[in-house]
Antibody, heavy 118, light 106 residues
Framework: EVQLVETGGGLIQPGGSLRLSCVAS????????MSWVRQAPGKGLEWVSV???????YYADSVKGRFTISRDNIENTLYLQMNSLRAEDTAVYYC????????????WGQGTLVTVSS | DIQMTQSPSSLSASVGDRVTITCRAS??????LNWYQQKPGKAPKLLIY???SLQSGVPSRFSGSGSGTDFTLTISSLQPEDFATYYC????????FGQGTKVEIK
């Protein structure tokens, strides 16, 4: 059974850093197209970042230069390192799987809440 | 960047109603269009991919159509469990979501 479980969210002060983890089971992270998607409170979905099976990474303009996506092939885990956090980064962060670069997100985690506030 | 515009942003409907939600892309995206359903406090769920293909396990009352820039999600007979927010998403270049359509009980 495919499962994605995110952890690492919490309350962090502006300017701080946080690392989110997404542990996958039932499939191999490194052979899929893995993304992070976020949703600010009461708002819609915003794609944040992707890592391709080949290792290429891409970011939304809103997080470029501050966030880094990576994966651990042994631990079968996806990460999102978030630096220089801002109030507008407050959101539920979901990891999601796509089989290929043009595929939909067929599996999602349950989400982890990041709150940036002093 | 490709922009996705959904309409309406919300609608009220009754059980048994036929519901249609539209999504327009700012440039042609062929059929790289997906639809998701999201209920409060839950992760989105894939309903339709490639504009008109029904994801496994999704009831057949859901259908999608369109190509190019204009797309439609139709629920043929609204059920109580269908009250939720629906998002379109393009997967032609990168990923962009529409702003969502909230389907409420009339």
């Amino acid at each position: 059974e495919v499962q994605l479980v995110e952890t690492g969210g919490g309350l962090i002060q502006p300017g701080g850093s946080l690392r989110l983890s997404c542990v996958a089971s039932g499939f191999t992270v490194s052979t899929n197209y893995m993304s992070w998607v976020r949703q600010a409170p009461g708002k819609g979905l915003e794609w944040v970042s992707v890592i391709y099976s080949g290792g290429s990474t891409y970011y939304a303009d809103s997080v470029k230069g501050r966030f880094t996506i990576s994966r651990d092939n042994i631990e079968n885990t996806l990460y999102l390192q978030m630096n220089s956090l801002r109030a507008e980064d407050t959101a539920v962060y979901y990891c999601a799987r796509g089989i290929a670069s043009s595929s939909p997100f067929d599996y999602w985690g349950q989400g982890t809440l990041v709150t940036v506030s002093s | 960047d490709i922009q996705m515009t959904q309409s309406p942003s919300s609608l009220s409907a009754s059980v048994g109603d036929r519901v249609t939600i539209t999504c327009r892309a700012s440039q042609t995206i062929s059929t790289y269009l997906n639809w998701y359903q999201q209920k409060p406090g839950k992760a989105p769920k894939l309903l339709i991919y490639a504009a008109s293909s029904l994801q496994s396990g999704v009831p057949s009352r859901f259908s999608g159509s369109g190509s190019g820039t204009d797309f439609t999600l139709t629920i043929s007979s609204l059920q109580p469990e269908d009250f939720a927010t629906y998002y379109c998403q393009q997967s032609y270049i990168g990923r962009t979501f529409g702003q969502g359509t909230k389907v409420e009980i009339k």
